[in-house]
């Protein structure tokens, strides 16, 4: 059983540079009218696409 501390999730799964690739366009083309955290939001009611700030951050 892990043990969790208060204030500290675990790290999550790594989403691969292919996928990423794959939205790419879509996300550079979200960017211009959306910021980070409405981009985030959107990518993930549509397409179901789940990324952490940091490693948004990261592939721009």
């Known amino acids: 059983?892990?043990?969790f501390i208060?204030?500290?999730r675990p790290n999550a799964a790594r989403i691969p540079d292919d996928v990423w690739e794959k939205f790419k366009p879509i996300i550079?083309?979200?960017?211009?009218t959306m910021t980070l955290?409405?981009?985030?939001?959107?990518?993930?009611?549509?397409?179901?696409?789940s990324a952490t700030t940091r490693r948004s951050d990261f592939m721009f």
């Open 6 to 8: 208060i204030g500290h």
């Open 37 to 49: 955290v409405e981009l985030r939001n959107w990518m993930e009611q549509e397409h179901s696409f």
């Open 28 to 32: 550079v083309e979200k960017y211009e």
């Open 1 to 3: 059983m892990a043990t």
